[in-house]
Nanobody, 124 residues
């Protein structure tokens, strides 16, 4: 079992950048989990943003964020990151990290563990 805690959300101007963190704690290292980021905007369904496979070898991104967002792992800190650049108002949402043991990090993984979410608000 793994506990996930997101941080780094806040208010950012359009065109700006923000880095979200997802700290993992538990008996197994984060490198054994496929990690992903999802987001949910008001009135919309939760959507996949990006993910990284266990071991960090492969990444996946939604078309809407490709080229702007980067998912990464820091095994020493047992933390996953979502670097967000060139933000726009459509990126405003609550962002969640999720984990699945030995997962691929893709959007169709059955993610078992979820963080509590962190709000990102992009102002124009």
């Amino acid at each position: 079992q793994v506990q996930l805690v997101e941080s780094g959300g806040g208010l950012v101007q359009a065109g700006g950048s923000r880095r979200l963190s997802c700290a993992a704690s538990g008996p197994a290292p984060i490198s054994t989990y496929g990690m992903a980021w999802f987001r949910q905007a008001p009135g919309k369904e939760r959507e996949f943003v990006g993910g990284v496979s266990w071991g960090g070898r492969r990444t996946y991104y939604a078309d809407s964020v490709k080229g702007r967002f980067t998912v990464s792992l820091d095994n020493a800190k047992n933390t996953a990151y979502l670097q967000m650049n060139n933000l726009n108002r459509e990126d405003t949402a609550v962002y969640y990290c999720a984990a699945h043991a030995w997962g691929s990090g893709s959007d169709d993984e059955p993610y078992d563990y979820w963080g509590q979410g962190t709000q990102v608000t992009v102002s124009s």
